[in-house]
């Protein structure tokens, strides 16, 4: 079945750091989805990636899907403690069908 | 705007009993999911429902596992004769027919469930 990666599954930074994490897909995605999820929280959905090569900001967030739509990318510039969390990607064949989520890279931010 | 309902959140049951959670999703939205998160882990599919139908149930195991999203009412998953292993959180999604591509899952607040 379909399988999507993340590694490693957790990551320290300083603060004002920049972090970089990507996510690979075993088959070709219709979409990829990333979320984010703080200790003891619910996922948050923050972007949606469609089209080949897609890139979308959200601040100092910046998502890109590859050429291939089999693999992603997450990138946050100066982090700041308020980073902290999980962040999630899940990868889908299309309409009508389950999101496959990776296991998540654990997000930690030193002051 | 009322999110995605889940209760009770917080679930202790001995092993050998039942477990019901219950999810009711956002207005609107006709399409339910459910996931289990184990400590460290991702977030693992269990099943798809839509009104009165299972779509897809391929992550949830055959024996104990049960799952319904009636016409009327909150979506239940049913956990009969509760193991150790069975402690985890349960996360309902529930999203908007998307059309080509999968819709954002909007999540509820998960139920905790402790099998003692």
């Known amino acids: 079945g379909q399988q999507v990666m993340q590694i490693p599954q957790y990551q320290h930074v300083q603060e004002g750091e920049d972090f970089t994490t990507y996510c690979n897909s075993s088959?070709?995605?219709?979409?990829i989805q990333w979320y984010k999820q703080r200790p003891g929280g619910h996922p948050v959905f923050l972007i949606q990636l469609v089209k080949s090569g897609e890139v979308k900001k959200q601040k100092r967030l910046t998502f890109q899907f590859g050429e291939a739509k089999k693999n992603s990318s997450l990138h946050i510039t100066a982090t700041q403690t308020t980073d902290v969390g999980t962040y999630f990607c899940a990868g889908g064949p299309g309409a009508n069908s389950k999101l496959t989520f990776g296991k998540g890279i654990t997000l930690s931010v030193r002051p | 705007n009322a999110g995605v309902m889940q209760n009770p959140r917080h679930l202790v049951r001995r092993r050998g009993q039942e477990a019901r959670l219950r999810c009711s999703p956002m207005?609107?939205?006709?399409?339910v999911y459910w996931y289990r998160q184990l400590p460290e882990e991702g977030l693992k599919f269990m099943v798809y429902?839509?009104?009165?139908?299972?779509?897809?149930e391929s992550g949830m195991p055959k024996e104990r596992f049960s799952a319904e999203f009636p016409k009327e009412g909150p979506s239940i998953l049913r956990i009969q004769q509760v193991v150790r292993g069975d402690s985890a959180a349960y996360f309902c999604a529930s999203s908007h027919f998307p059309g080509q591509e999968n819709s954002p899952l909007h999540f509820g607040n998960g139920t905790r469930l402790t099998v003692t």
């Open positions: 429902l839509q009104k009165e139908n299972i779509i897809d």
């Open positions: 207005k609107g939205h006709s399409h």
């Open positions: 088959t070709t995605l219709s979409n």
